[in-house]
């Protein structure tokens, strides 16, 4: 069974914190990661994706460890902007139909 | 930048009821999907298209159809609206070819079944 898992949360922390959220998946046929940005009651947005040498966006930096099957996100100097559900996706094969959403991990920065 | 449409932000129906969720995608996207999304169970896929005319059911297809008559547009069928299937609806679409090719969703529908 294909399945993808995160810590649902919530993490709260204070502005200017780094967190980290993970997310492991079950098949090791995986092929493509991606990070999810989801506000409340909004619908959810691209952040980024997660390639196998890890990549950075600002703020943002995405891991994979395909050995250990799971996918990182670390979130360095939180705004209050941040506070979100973050949701990890796990697409099964090339065309991108076969994918699984992990049911979020929710963060809340405060000031 | 990809915009994809659904028609209504908020619906509410009656039990019984034939209802019709569209979506439409600018982006000349060959996948497009239905998803729902209800507290504590996530997102959950209902149904898929990778192509005009062809459908794949997802996870939870009981209950519902779909139609894909153009490529641009998605459709969400429930054929005889029942309460549990309020729910917040999701249509997205995505390239079929490309790196990765990640999801693009619309605003959703807040669909209320009294």
């Known amino acids: 069974r294909k399945e993808v898992e995160q810590d649902p949360g919530p993490f709260n922390v204070p502005e200017g914190a780094t967190v980290a959220f993970n997310c492991t998946y079950s098949?090791?046929?995986?092929?493509?990661f991606f990070w999810y940005r989801q506000d409340c009651r909004k619908e959810p947005k691209l952040l980024m994706s997660?390639?196998?040498s890890g990549n950075e966006d600002g703020r943002f930096t995405a891991q994979l460890n395909r050995a250990s099957q799971y996918i990182s996100l670390l979130i360095r100097d939180s705004k209050l902007s941040d506070s979100a559900t973050y949701l990890c996706v796990v697409t099964f094969n090339q065309a991108g139909t076969a994918l699984i959403f992990g049911k979020g991990t929710t963060l809340s920065v405060s000031s | 930048d990809v915009k994809v449409t659904q028609s209504s932000r908020y619906l509410v129906k009656r039990t019984g009821e034939k209802v019709f969720l569209e979506c439409v995608q600018d982006m000349d996207h060959e996948n497009m999907f239905w998803y729902r999304q209800d507290p504590g169970l996530g997102l959950r896929l209902i149904y898929f298209?990778?192509?005009?005319?062809?459908?794949e059911k997802g996870d939870i297809p009981e209950g519902y159809s779909v139609s894909r008559e153009k490529k641009e547009r998605f459709s969400l069928i429930l054929e005889s609206a029942s309460t549990n299937q309020t729910s917040m609806y999701l249509c997205?679409?995505?390239?079929?070819?490309?790196?990765?090719?990640?999801?693009?969703f619309g605003d959703g529908t807040r669909l209320s079944i009294l």
């Open positions: 298209s990778y192509d005009v005319k062809m459908k």
């Open positions: 997205a679409s995505s390239p079929g070819t490309g790196k990765g090719r990640p999801q693009h």
């Open positions: 098949n090791s046929a995986s092929q493509s």
């Open positions: 997660v390639y196998s």
